[in-house]
């Protein structure tokens, strides 16, 4: 094992590589496996989930985006230039923090309205487990946010919250 490790290909690991390699138009292969797997995942998850699963998942999209844009405006950036640079130069003003927070506990407490607190509970904690990871991720590996990291953790929480919230489902205490 340790010699085949050490005659893998070099991979970067400097963040400003890495962003290089983000920059690329270019779709390698192991991008395309890993979208067919998430398309899979969604479909399959899709198709078993129940209506019920409807409200938490509106509810869902909305938290995605409102902590994608607090990440943007608070958080360090990776770039200098691009489009979540751009936001996070505007966006550091404090109402437009405001609002969005704003925008989060509202989305919150429709959520513990029209899904109860199980539901409310098991979201938050994969919200909370995602979001943490994300930030993690991107700076460690990038140096800070992009939007592309951003729109990344989108994918990844709303497939998570698909998820979770169609398993809770299948529960009967849900």
Do not use: N
């Not at 496996?33 to 198709?47: E, F, P, Q, R, T």
């Not at 506990?105 to 509970?121: K, N, P, R």
């Amino acid at each position: 094992m340790a010699s085949w490790i050490r005659r893998m290909p070099d991979v970067p690991t400097k963040p400003e590589k890495k962003l290089a390699i983000l920059k690329d138009p270019h779709t390698g292969a192991f991008a395309l496996i890993g979208l067919g797997v998430y398309l899979l995942w969604s479909v399959a998850v899709w198709s078993v989930a129940d209506r019920a699963v409807l409200p938490g998942m509106a509810c869902a999209f909305v938290l995605s985006r409102t902590l994608s844009g607090l990440s943007v405006t608070l958080c360090k950036g990776a770039k200098k230039d691009g489009l979540a640079a751009a936001f996070h130069k505007s966006a550091r003003e404090r109402p437009v923090c405001v609002s969005t927070v704003c925008y989060f506990v509202g989305c919150a407490g429709v959520l513990c309205l029209t899904s109860g607190v199980l539901i409310f509970a098991l979201l938050t904690l994969t919200l909370a487990v995602v979001f943490g990871w994300y930030l993690w991720m991107a700076d460690r590996e990038f140096g800070g946010i992009t939007g592309d990291l951003a729109g990344y953790f989108l994918q990844v929480f709303e497939l998570a919250a698909l998820t979770v919230l169609t398993a809770a489902y299948w529960f009967p205490a849900c």
